[in-house]
C-alpha cells in the first residue's frame, strides 16, 4: 500500500503503515557491495521527550560515535509491533559492536498519552532497548516524521544516512547497520545476520492474503461504515447490524456513542460486525471509563473461531478486555477466504478505536 496521511485535530499524523510492494521478505542473498548512503541531515534533538524508560535522557552529542537507530513507534499499532523482534534482534547482536537502538514512543490514541499506559505496555512487549516518551510529539515534529512506524539510521558522526517509513527492507537495514558500524571502526562484526524471533501478535503478516487495510471506528477517520441510517456523532444511538456487508465494510449494533476517536457501548449486549480478508484480526480496544474490565465474545462466519482464535481469544471466542492496547482475535488456519467476524460485548463501557489486519 502506498503511504497515506489522515487528520489529526492538532496535528497531521499519518496511520500505522504496512509494508510496501515487495518489501519485508527475509529470503533474499544481502548484498556484499557497498550501499550508497546520502547525508540527509543530521540527527535532531531528543529535549522534546517527556520521559525515558530503560535509560538516562539520550542526546545527539552523548551518542556520537555511535551508529544510531531511531524508531518512532506507539504500542497498539500492529505494524510497529511486527517490526519489534528486528530492533530487539539488533539491539541484542550489535550493541556490544557501537549500534543504539532508540524507540520514539509517539502516540496516536488519547490512551497512549498515559504514562502508565505506556510503561507497561513496554514492560510486556520487552523491547529491550531504551524507548523515548514523546507524548507531545516533540520528538516527531523535530524530525518532520509523518508514519509509524519510521526508522532512521544515523551514523557514528551524528548523520542521518537512511530511513525507512512502514514495515519490511529489514534485510537491507541490517546491510547498512553492518556498514555503518565498519565505517566507525568496529571490524569484529559477528558474521551472517541476526536470528529474528517473531511470534505471537508480533509474527509477520500473511502478506499474500493481506488484503483488507486498517479501519478506524471513530467518526473523526472512520469509512466503510454499513449500518441502517448512518453514523450519529457524540449522541447514545441504538443500531442494527448491516444485513449483507461488502468487504471492508462494517457496522454497529445496541446502544453506542461515536466519539471522533472511538465508539463507546452504552449497554451490554452491544455488537460489532466486520467483513474482512485477512488471516489475522486485531481490534484495538479500552475498558469502560471508570476502568472496569469488559468480556467479550468472538464469532466468525456465525461460529466460535476454535483453532482460529488469536492470542487474546479462548477457542470458544471469550475475551477480557483489562486494558488499553490492541487485542488479536483471529489468527486463522487453512484456506483465507471473505469472512465475516463479529464481537458481543456483555458489559458496557468498551471503547473501540480501530480493526488491523495480518
Given at each position: 500500500m502506498k503511504p497515506y496521511r489522515l487528520l489529526a485535530i492538532t496535528l497531521a499524523l499519518a496511520a500505522c503503515l504496512p509494508a510496501m510492494a515487495a518489501v519485508g521478505r527475509d529470503d533474499a542473498t544481502p548484498s556484499t557491495a557497498a550501499i550508497d548512503l546520502p547525508v540527509e541531515g543530521r540527527m535532531p534533538s531528543l529535549t522534546g521527550a517527556t520521559t525515558w524508560i530503560g535509560s538516562p535522557a539520550l542526546s545527539p552529542s552523548a551518542l556520537r560515535g555511535k551508529v544510531v537507530l531511531v524508531d518512532f513507534w506507539t504500542y497498539s499499532c500492529i505494524n510497529s509491533l511486527r517490526q519489534v523482534p528486528y530492533l530487539r534482534a539488533w539491539a541484542a547482536r550489535y550493541g556490544n559492536q557501537g549500534l543504539v537502538v532508540i524507540g520514539v514512543h509517539?502516540?496516536?490514541?488519547?490512551?497512549?498519552?498515559?504514562?502508565?499506559?505506556?510503561?507497561?505496555?513496554?514492560?510486556?512487549?520487552?523491547?529491550?532497548?531504551?524507548?523515548?516518551?514523546?507524548?507531545?510529539?516533540?520528538?516527531?515534529?523535530?524530525?518532520?516524521?509523518?508514519y509509524w512506524p519510521a526508522l532512521y539510521i544515523v551514523d557514528s558522526q551524528?548523520?542521518?544516512?537512511h530511513h525507512v517509513f512502514g514495515e519490511g527492507e529489514y534485510e537491507h537495514t541490517e546491510a547498512i547497520i553492518r556498514q555503518l558500524l565498519a565505517e566507525a571502526g568496529h571490524a569484529d562484526l559477528p558474521a551472517g545476520p541476526a536470528k529474528v524471533v517473531s511470534e505471537g501478535v508480533e509474527a509477520?503478516?500473511?502478506?499474500?492474503?493481506?488484503?483488507?487495510?486498517?479501519t478506524y471506528v471513530g467518526y473523526g477517520r472512520a469509512d466503510g461504515f454499513s449500518s441502517p441510517g448512518g453514523m450519529r456523532q457524540d449522541r447514545s444511538k441504538t443500531y442494527a447490524l448491516p444485513g449483507d456487508l461488502s468487504p471492508g465494510s462494517w457496522g454497529l449494533g445496541g446502544d453506542w456513542t461515536v466519539k471522533a476517536e472511538s465508539a463507546q457501548a452504552d449497554k451490554a449486549g452491544a455488537r460489532i460486525v466486520y467483513r474482512f480478508h485477512a488471516r489475522d484480526v486485531h481490534l484495538v480496544m479500552g475498558p469502560s471509563p471508570s476502568g472496569a474490565t469488559v468480556r467479550f465474545r468472538v464469532l466468525i462466519d456465525g461460529k466460535a473461531p476454535g483453532a482460529g482464535h488469536g492470542v487474546d481469544v479462548a477457542p470458544d471466542g471469550s475475551g477480557t478486555v483489562t486494558k488499553p492496547r490492541m487485542y488479536q482475535l483471529?489468527?486463522?488456519?487453512?484456506?483465507?477466504?471473505?469472512?465475516?467476524?463479529?464481537?458481543?460485548?456483555?458489559?458496557?463501557?468498551?471503547?473501540?478505536?480501530?480493526?488491523t489486519f495480518g
Open positions: 509517539s502516540p496516536e490514541f488519547g490512551f497512549e498519552k498515559n504514562l502508565d499506559n505506556v510503561r507497561t505496555a513496554v514492560k510486556d512487549i520487552a523491547p529491550g532497548y531504551p524507548v523515548a516518551v514523546d507524548s507531545d510529539h516533540a520528538v516527531w515534529r523535530a524530525f518532520d516524521n509523518e551524528g548523520r542521518i544516512r509477520q503478516a500473511d502478506w499474500a492474503q493481506l488484503r483488507t487495510g486498517e483471529i489468527r486463522q488456519v487453512g484456506e483465507i477466504t471473505d469472512r465475516d467476524v463479529e464481537i458481543e460485548f456483555l458489559d458496557p463501557g468498551i471503547q473501540v478505536y480501530s480493526f
